[in-house]
């Protein structure tokens, strides 16, 4: 099992630009997040989806926008990036909410 | 308002020293803390403490839930270079749909 996977690993962007990224998971869980992490803020949560055709604003949801595609996939896309989306972002998923969410690998994305 | 705090914020130790982190908490309506540990890349689960567990241990790693104090304790045991990394403490609360995070101890491990 790969667990939870996300692409891509690195990403530069000029202000502006759109992108999406990608995040999935194969241990068969209902809920999925998104975080950003920013030096000495934490994780902060930007969406999640408690189930496959359900997502919900978390605490920093502007600019951002999500899409739960299917119960596997959960994707988050910039439509115009700004220098204050450049971060960490995480991916998480959970059996259901509320659990242990187990975390991706990261996409460190920055925008000039 | 939600809060987790951690501390110390950061942690210089030899090997072999044993190291205490701590976690505070305010919440309403307390379900569950829950330890990880974030190396370069993921967070890694480490240890969920809730009212009916409030002790767990595996291998060199402990950790302590105290409800009356509100708060949480992660040992190390005779620590190694491996144990260096970010450890961030998150709670989470009965009807909340995500973890609150507090800003991580980072811990360095010098051999």
């Given at each position: 099992?790969?667990?939870?996977?996300?692409?891509?690993?690195?990403?530069?962007?000029?202000?502006?630009?759109?992108?999406?990224?990608?995040?999935?998971?194969?241990?068969?869980?209902?809920?999925?997040?998104?975080?950003?992490?920013?030096?000495?803020?934490?994780?902060?949560?930007?969406?999640?989806?408690?189930?496959?055709?359900?997502?919900?604003?978390?605490?920093?949801?502007?600019?951002?926008?999500?899409?739960?595609?299917?119960?596997?996939e959960f994707s988050l896309r910039?439509?115009?990036?700004?220098?204050?989306?450049?971060?960490?972002?995480?991916?998480?998923?959970?059996?259901?909410?509320?659990?242990?969410?187990?975390?991706?690998?990261?996409?460190?994305?920055?925008?000039? | 308002?939600?809060?987790?705090?951690?501390?110390?914020?950061?942690?210089?130790?030899?090997?072999?020293?044993?190291?205490?982190?701590?976690?505070?908490?305010?919440?309403?309506?307390?379900?569950?803390?829950?330890?990880?540990?974030?190396?370069?890349?993921?967070?890694?689960?480490?240890?969920?403490?809730?009212?009916?567990?409030?002790?767990?241990?595996?291998?060199?790693?402990?950790?302590?839930?105290?409800?009356?104090?509100?708060?949480?304790?992660?040992?190390?045991?005779?620590?190694?270079?491996?144990?260096?990394?970010?450890?961030?403490?998150?709670?989470?609360?009965?009807?909340?749909?995500?973890?609150?995070?507090?800003?991580?101890?980072?811990?360095?491990?010098?051999?």
């Open positions: 099992n790969a667990g939870v996977t996300q692409t891509p690993k690195f990403q530069v962007l000029k202000t502006g630009q759109s992108m999406t990224l990608q995040c999935a998971q194969d241990m068969n869980h209902n809920s999925m997040y998104w975080y950003r992490q920013d030096p000495g803020m934490g994780l902060r949560l930007i969406y999640y989806s408690a189930s496959e055709g359900t997502t919900d604003k978390g605490e920093v949801p502007n600019g951002y926008n999500v899409s739960r595609l299917n119960k596997r910039l439509e115009s990036a700004a220098p204050s989306q450049t971060s960490v972002y995480f991916c998480a998923s959970s059996r259901t909410l509320g659990e242990t969410q187990y975390f991706g690998p990261g996409t460190r994305l920055l925008v000039l | 308002e939600d809060k987790v705090v951690q501390s110390p914020l950061s942690l210089v130790v030899h090997e072999g020293d044993t190291v205490t982190l701590n976690c505070s908490y305010e919440v309403t309506n307390f379900r569950s803390l829950l330890w990880y540990k974030q190396e370069k890349k993921a967070p890694t689960f480490l240890f969920m403490l809730t009212s009916s567990g409030i002790e767990k241990k595996s291998g060199r790693l402990s950790s302590i839930l105290d409800k009356k104090e509100l708060s949480s304790i992660l040992n190390i045991t005779a620590t190694q270079t491996g144990d260096s990394a970010i450890y961030l403490c998150a709670v989470n609360h009965s009807g909340a749909n995500n973890l609150f995070f507090g800003t991580g101890t980072r811990l360095t491990v010098i051999p």
